[in-house]
């Protein structure tokens, strides 16, 4: 079994001064769902926006499936969310012809209904504009002066888009279940996609972090490809001149990494370089996905915090308080300026 460092990726900002303790409380880490749409009030799937803690999103899905009476599959929702915290989420129940059951008993002490609204398509994954997040640092260590200086970085300019720790599982063994998957051990169909999406993370972080260490991962470089911000989109410009750098220093755009499979990654010149040596120095990962079927994407190498701002307390915490575009992650700013526990 290989021993996969999934957390020692360059920094942007010279790294943590210091240590905190985050989640040690409910209210701690709060998260709240941004909705990409506004439900149209009529259709067949009931939406809830429920309010849980103690409780992960696969667990309520199930929840809410027995109460209604449905199948899983007629569940949906837009992204996992962790146990660890305070999370106000959207779920979908499709209930086509059938009035709502009461969804009153449901509530608990850990799970509340703050919204009931129909609509006419499931939830899909992904179908967020973002999340908001609340985060209480408690017992904090650090310079607290660098901590400043790093945050007013951040917010001007971004931090790096990795995939956070949770993706790839206790000590990355994410990762060494899907080797043996490529090497042909049966696997439940759930799990599959689990194991598919932390190998495609593992690669784009590689790619990432050495864009990091080159200090290229928020310029362009020759055969870039590039994301449009708050969009899916990206694109390939014809030029790479002042206008394409402007829009890069106002956060219009951003470089792109490549999320491996089949297809044509677009990538060119020195961009391409350094992907293709990632790729060539993982062969095992690359074309076990590529024989799985996925489809290559591209995922933006830096992300913008939206209304950052933060207090540090006299009781040895810092709290903080942003949002960020769905697919980022908190815990993935955090690391830039604390080491968490």
Same mark, same amino acid.
């Given at each position: 079994?290989?021993?996969?460092?999934?957390?020692?990726?360059?920094?942007?900002?010279?790294?943590?001064?210091?240590?905190?303790?985050?989640?040690?409380?409910?209210?701690?880490?709060?998260?709240?769902?941004?909705? *990409?749409?506004?439900?149209?009030?009529?259709?067949?799937?009931? /939406?809830?926006?429920?309010?849980?803690?103690?409780?992960?999103?696969?667990?309520?899905?199930?929840?809410?499936?027995?109460?209604?009476?449905?199948?899983?599959?007629?569940?949906?929702?837009?992204?996992?969310?962790?146990?660890?915290?305070?999370?106000?989420?959207?779920?979908?129940?499709?209930?086509?012809?059938?009035?709502?059951?009461?969804?009153?008993?449901?509530?608990?002490?850990?799970?509340?209904?703050?919204?009931?609204?129909?609509?006419?398509?499931?939830?899909?994954?992904?179908?967020?504009?973002?999340?908001?997040?609340?985060?209480?640092?408690?017992?904090?260590?650090?310079?607290?002066?660098?901590?400043?200086?790093?945050?007013?970085?951040?917010?001007?300019?971004?931090?790096?888009?990795?995939?956070?720790?949770?993706?790839?599982?206790?000590?990355?063994?994410?990762?060494?279940?899907?080797?043996?998957? /490529?090497?042909?051990?049966?696997?439940?169909?759930?799990?599959?996609?689990?194991?598919?999406?932390?190998?495609?993370?593992?690669?784009?972080?590689?790619?990432?972090? +050495?864009?990091?260490?080159?200090?290229?991962?928020?310029?362009?470089?020759?055969?870039?490809?590039?994301?449009?911000?708050?969009?899916?989109?990206?694109?390939?410009?014809?030029?790479?001149?002042?206008?394409?750098? +402007?829009?890069?220093?106002?956060?219009?755009?951003?470089?792109?990494?490549?999320?491996?499979?089949?297809?044509? *990654?677009?990538? *060119?010149?020195?961009?391409?370089?350094?992907?293709?040596?990632?790729?060539?120095?993982?062969?095992?990962?690359?074309?076990?996905?590529?024989?799985?079927?996925?489809?290559?994407?591209?995922?933006?190498?830096?992300?913008?915090?939206?209304?950052?701002?933060?207090?540090?307390?006299? +009781?040895?915490?810092?709290?903080?308080?942003?949002?960020?575009?769905?697919?980022?992650?908190?815990?993935?700013?955090?690391?830039?300026?604390?080491?968490?526990?």
């Amino acid at each position: 079994m290989t021993d996969y460092n999934v957390s020692d990726w360059a920094y942007a900002y010279g790294g943590p001064s210091g240590q905190g303790q985050i989640k040690t409380q409910t209210d701690d880490f709060v998260v709240e769902e941004l909705l *990409s749409f506004t439900p149209e009030g009529s259709g067949e799937h009931v /939406f809830l926006y429920l309010e849980k803690s103690g409780e992960n999103t696969e667990y309520v899905a199930r929840l809410l499936a027995r109460h209604a009476g449905v199948r899983q599959r007629d569940i949906g929702f837009a992204g996992l969310k962790d146990r660890h915290g305070r999370t106000r989420q959207w779920f979908s129940i499709w209930l086509p012809g059938k009035d709502d059951p009461d969804w009153r008993q449901l509530q608990t002490d850990k799970l509340k209904i703050l919204q009931i609204v129909r609509h006419t398509r499931k939830l899909k994954r992904g179908a967020l504009s973002g999340n908001r997040f609340d985060i209480l640092i408690r017992n904090l260590q650090a310079d607290t002066d660098q901590i400043e200086q790093q945050l007013n970085q951040i917010k001007i300019g971004g931090f790096p888009n990795y995939f956070g720790e949770q993706r790839f599982g206790h000590q990355g063994r994410n990762l060494n279940a899907a080797l043996a998957m /490529f090497q042909g051990v049966k696997v439940k169909r759930e799990q599959q996609s689990i194991y598919l999406s932390a190998v495609r993370s593992y690669l784009f972080n590689l790619i990432l972090s +050495e864009r990091v260490s080159q200090h290229t991962w928020n310029q362009a470089m020759s055969g870039d490809v590039f994301n449009l911000n708050h969009t899916h989109s990206s694109f390939v410009p014809e030029h790479y001149d002042q206008i394409l750098d +402007e829009r890069l220093a106002v956060a219009d755009i951003h470089p792109t990494g490549v999320l491996w499979g089949k297809g044509d *990654s677009r990538v *060119s010149a020195d961009a391409a370089a350094i992907e293709q040596q990632v790729i060539a120095g993982h062969e095992d990962f690359a074309d076990g996905l590529i024989k799985a079927g996925l489809e290559v994407d591209r995922r933006a190498l830096r992300a913008m915090p939206e209304s950052l701002s933060w207090q540090f307390t006299a +009781e040895n915490c810092l709290r903080l308080s942003f949002v960020l575009p769905a697919g980022s992650y908190a815990t993935v700013l955090l690391r830039e300026i604390v080491k968490t526990t």
